[in-house]
Structure formats: C-alpha cells, structure tokens
C-alpha cells in the first residue's frame, strides 16, 4: 500500500520561508512523479510543482516559479518543497501526491494522495 507523508508545514509571516517534505514507502515503482498540490478554503485543488524521479524534470504554477524549488532524495524516497517569499495568498493545505503513469499534473490524474500539511501565511 502506497503511503505518501508530508511535513514541515506552519504558520509564517509574509516573506518567511517554509519546506516541506514528503516521504513515500510501500511502493516499488522503477520510476514515478511526484507533485505538490495546494487547496485554500472554497477553492479548487491546484498544481503547485512536480518532478519526475529520473529524468528530474520539474514544472512550477506560474505564480511559484522564482520563489519555490522542487526537489527530489532517491535513497530517502522523498520530496521537498522550498517555498521562499511567502505570500497570504500561498496558504492553503499542501498535498504530496504520487504517480506511476505519465501525468500533466491533473489532480484527478494522481492515484495517491498524502493528507496534507496546513501552511497558513500572514500579512
């Protein structure tokens, strides 16, 4: 059973820096991508940033790209998400998600889901 944990979330002030991990165990997957998704509350989930194990190709939402890094720890199985110069408008609860098909970062595309970790940014 594939199980995706995320950490390293909290509350800042606007301009403080956050990151996040995510360690995935039960799987034995040659190769996969992993991704971070965002929810605020009445919002839809959304993309945040994703990298694909091997190839190590990342892809950002426009409005991350300059303040977050995805990267990525093979013998760790896991991912992290540095979030520099945060905004109110980054907080949400962050999810880890998992695939082992191709993906275009759809949320209903991802199989496997961590239950998140709240960033909350005040101004």
């Known amino acids: 059973q594939v199980q995706l944990v995320e950490s390293g979330g909290g509350l800042v002030q606007a301009g403080d820096s956050l990151r996040l991990s995510c360690t995935a165990s039960g799987h034995t997957f040659s190769n996969y991508a992993m991704g971070w998704f965002r929810q605020a509350p009445g919002k839809e989930r959304e993309f945040v940033a994703g990298?694909?194990?091997?190839?190590?190709?990342?892809k950002y939402l426009d409005s991350v790209k300059g303040r977050f890094t995805i990267s990525r720890d093979y013998p760790k199985n896991t991912v992290y998400l540095q979030m520099n110069s945060l905004k109110p408008e980054d907080s949400a609860v962050y999810y880890c998600a998992l695939t082992p098909f191709g993906t275009t970062w759809d949320a209903a595309g991802m199989p496997y889901w961590g239950k998140g970790t709240l960033v909350t940014v005040s101004s």
């Open positions: 990298i694909h194990r091997a190839r190590g190709i990342t």
